[in-house]
Structures are given as structure tokens and as C-alpha cells.
């Protein structure tokens, strides 16, 4: 589910009610009332006191995920910058190779790479040492995810959660650590995309959440870690884009057709098929507030590789800074709440329904 992990829209100040929010906090304590001002100030300033961006001509970096969405839009982006892009795609045919061929410069290469095989992995990480021998590689972005299951965590199968794991998390860390020499070498940049579904519990998000979840924390350790190195690491956690054909609703509707056709009929009978039908809804009418200009987290991905002073979290996309503050500083009944008003609230399940009475 490339960039379709979260949403942000312009409604959500309206149905929190400013009015509602600052009650809550003329009772909070005054220490959390004069730290209130500072918090907006550093948490929207991305740019305070921050030096100018070293050039970036000639720079190699490495995106993954570019057949669509933020790593095609990127590509393009750091590209027309000069840079000397490694861009990897599931296709080399496919329709977004062919347009990152047409529009970008003979600077960028199209790899082919899968994230879960690991030969992938290693042909990739050997052809960039080869190719960058004289000028090093400055950055990483570690762009390519995947989920394609919405529903509860009970319903979504094991391979599912695996399959996330497997590119969200261990195709990443693989790719990571086989690129780490070349980037502790030159005291470069990696710059990963995670989801603001990796920080709370969105529902049935819940196999895409963990692996996000997963490569949060990695990528956190690795910023600790790498710092003596020199090696800047950012997370960038984006709000609700329009990324592809993730963002389909044939695509989901036919998950959904999928999923139904998996379930063992005791999930099938305490869940009940309409259950799933209204998740199906629910996310469909949500999709209608993706944001198409993904210049956001292009900006943001081309901060963290080319800042003198790169930020350790990004947080592209309407009304995101509104909901961390309500998930770490509202009680988490406020946070589910919201969730649920601006992602999905199916109805209950079928077995938890009240039983019509018996006809007499």
C-alpha cells in the first residue's frame, strides 16, 4: 500500500472542535500550557535556522519503489537536480520504467529488483558499488512498500502479515545493511518512507502497520547508531497521497472478493460477509480525500538527502501534526476515536450483533 497508509484532510480540525480542544487543555497543567507554543513552533518549522543545502550535482543516490508514486515522482525530482540516480522497479517494461526513460536523463539507471529475493538484493548492491567505485553512493531511499489486505488482524491470513514483513521490513533491512560501506564511506544520507500507521493502531491496518511499525524502530536505531559515523537517517511518515494503483478501487474491491473466498466458515459466520462489505465501503469513500500532488514527500525526501542539517522526522500531508498531537497527548480513547471517525468504523461484527427474538 505504497503512500496509502494514512489520511489527512481539512475536516478533522472541524469535527475535534478547536472549542473542544483548548477546554481540554485549559485544565491540563500550566507547565503542558507554556510548552504548548513551543511544541506547534518546532513541530511545523522544518526549515528554522537551517543552513543552506550542499550542492547536489553529480551526487549518486538509490530510490526503490519507483514504478509509481513518491519513488517515480522523486526519481523525476532528483534527477532534473542533477543527481546521478539509481532507480528500482518491479518492471523495466512497465509503464512507470518507460516514463522515468522518456523524461529523465541518460544520469538515471532503472534497475530491476524484488525486495523478498534476496539475488535481487545482492545483483543491485554489486552493480552500484561497480558503478559508483569513483564517486561513491550519497544516499539511500528506501521507498517500496506493500500491503493489499483491510480488514481486522483476525481475518488477514499469516502469509500476509509475513509477505509485509518480508518487503516492508527485511527486503529493507537487507538492502540497507549490503549499502551501509559505500554510505558510511562517503557520510551520506538514507532517507526511509514508513507510515504514520507504524506509530498507531489504524484499523485493519494491522499487518502493514506492524511492519511499519518494524522499520521505524530499525531506521531509529540506525540514526542512533550511524551518527558517529556520519551518516544522517531520516523517516519520512506521509500523510493520505494518491500513489498508484494501490490507491484503485477495482484493485481493493477485488481483495476484498479474495479475502471473503479465504475465510474458514467460523470467521465467516462470527464476522459475517456484510462485515467486510463495509469495511470495503468505508475505505473506498476515504480514498476520495488522497491528495494527488505528491510534491510534499518529494520535498521532504529531497530535504533529507541534501540538507546541510536534515530533519529526523518528516511529516508530509494535511492534519498530521494535529493527529500526533492528539496520539501523544490525548488519551488513547481520543486517538481510536479519531481513527475511527476519519478511517474506517465498520459496524459490529455479525456474532456480536443482538439476536433477533425467536418468532412465536
Known sequence: MEGCSSSSSSGWAAFLGWGWLWGWAAGAPAVLLLLLPFFFFFFFSSSW?????????GRAVFLTGC???????????????GLR????????????????RHSCSPR?????????????????VGFVRAQTAGTGLWGLVNNA???????????????????????????????TKGLLPLLRASQGRIVTVSSPAGSMPYPCLGSYGASKAALSLLMDTFRCELAP????????????????????PEYW?????????????????????????????????????????????VDSITDGLLSARPLGKYYPGRGLGLMYFIHHYLPPAARDLFLKTFFINPALP???????????
Request: glycine fraction near 8%; charge should be negative.
Open 108 to 124: 538515471l539507471t532503472l534497475l530491476q529488483m524484488d525486495l523478498t529475493q534476496e539475488e535481487d538484493i545482492q545483483w543491485a
Open 145 to 175: 512498500g506493500w500491503n493489499d489486505t483491510i480488514a481486522d488482524a483476525e481475518l488477514t491470513p499469516l502469509e500476509q502479515f509475513r509477505y509485509c514483513m518480508e518487503v516492508n521490513f527485511f527486503g529493507t533491512l537487507a538492502l
Open 350 to 360: 455479525r456474532g456480536l450483533r443482538p439476536k433477533d427474538p425467536p418468532k412465536p
Open 85 to 100: 540516480v539509481f532507480a528500482t522497479v518491479m518492471d523495466l517494461q512497465g509503464p512507470g520504467a518507460e516514463e522515468l
Open 49 to 57: 535556522r537551517r543552513p543552506p543545502a550542499p550542492p547536489a550535482h
Open 67 to 81: 514504478d509509481s508514486g513518491f519513488g517515480k515522482a522523486a526519481a523525476r525530482h532528483l534527477d532534473s537536480l
Open 229 to 248: 559515523w556520519g551518516v544522517r537517517v531520516s523517516l519520512i511518515f506521509p500523510g493520505y497521497f494518491k500513489t498508484g494503483s494501490s490507491c484503485s
Open 253 to 297: 474491491t477485488t481483495r476484498k472478493q479474495e479475502l471473503l473466498s479465504s475465510l474458514g466458515p467460523e470467521l465467516l459466520e462470527a464476522y459475517g460477509e456484510e462485515y467486510l462489505e463495509e469495511i470495503n465501503r468505508q475505505f473506498l469513500a476515504f480514498m476520495k480525500v488522497a491528495v494527488e500532488d505528491l510534491s510534499a514527500v
